[in-house]
């Protein structure tokens, strides 16, 4: 995956119990569907994003598992109640076996 750190957005990092929090995030990665050629006629391998997770502490709160229709740079956006504190753990991981994630601490007021 890229080095450079997935974006994140939150719609209220210190939510009331029962808010309904949005969640924006946005990954750099290629995505290549294997269908392509280089300028020298040679396939490039497939490698595109295949799960991406978000739990709060250890409850899984979304799974997507996107296809090669996606396109680079994959972009998601996702909802949920807020019903506890604790950390919001978003994680990416590509048909290489690659992995990238990012967290950030959700507290409920």
Known sequence: ???????LW???????QGEKLRV?????????????????GAVRPR??????EARLNQTLLFAWEP???IAQ???I???FLARESGDLHLRWED????STSVSRPITVV
């Not at 939150?10 to 009331?16: L, M």
């Not at 490698?47 to 991406?52: E, L």
């Open 47 to 52: 490698n595109i994003v295949s799960r991406f």
């Open 95 to 98: 048909e290489s076996g690659q």
């Open 67 to 69: 296809g090669i229709s």
């Open 73 to 75: 740079d994959p972009y």
């Open 10 to 16: 939150i719609s209220n990092a210190k939510p009331r």
């Open 24 to 40: 924006r995030a946005q990954i750099e990665h290629i995505m290549e569907s294997g269908l392509r050629t280089d300028p020298q």
């Open 77 to 79: 956006e996702f909802a």
């Open 1 to 7: 995956m890229n080095a450079k750190p997935p974006r």
